[in-house]
Nanobody, 124 residues
Framework: QVHVVQSGGGSVQDGGSLRLSCVVS????????ITWYRQGPGEERDFVAG???????DYADSVKGRFAISQDNDKNSLSLQMNSLKPEDTAMYYC??????????????????WGQGTQVTVSP
């Protein structure tokens, strides 16, 4: 079983900073992709940031230059540093993990594992 646990978040004023962390456990020998998404009230869940297969970071245009992700060496955790926060960044943030297919990992591959969600609120 793959477990995704998030921490961090909270409330800040416009221009403030917050940090989110995501730790993925289970199937430790399997390659995982970890990605951050967010969902505002009445909106769909949108991509925020992630690490590609070549180890390159990818960001939504709305957060480029303000958010930064960092991955631990074991690649089972991904942090999201959010700077220069704006009220429009207010949302529930979710961490998602996916297991890359291999014969060893086939029971866990083919699905997305979601964290419990973390509220981020930015006031004007």
């Amino acid at each position: 079983q793959v477990h995704v646990v998030q921490s961090g978040g909270g409330s800040v004023q416009d221009g403030g900073s917050l940090r989110l962390s995501c730790v993925v456990s289970g199937y430790s020998d399997c390659t995982k992709t970890i990605t951050w998404y967010r969902q505002g009230p009445g909106e769909e869940r949108d991509f925020v940031a992630g690490v590609g297969g070549a180890g390159t970071s990818d960001y939504a245009d709305s957060v480029k230059g303000r958010f930064a992700i960092s991955q631990d060496n074991d690649k089972n955790s991904l942090s999201l540093q959010m700077n220069s926060l704006k009220p429009e960044d207010t949302a529930m943030y979710y961490c998602a993990a996916a297991v890359q297919y291999s014969p060893l990992c086939r029971e866990a591959a083919g699905r997305v594992y979601w964290g419990q969600g973390t509220q981020v609120t930015v006031s004007p």
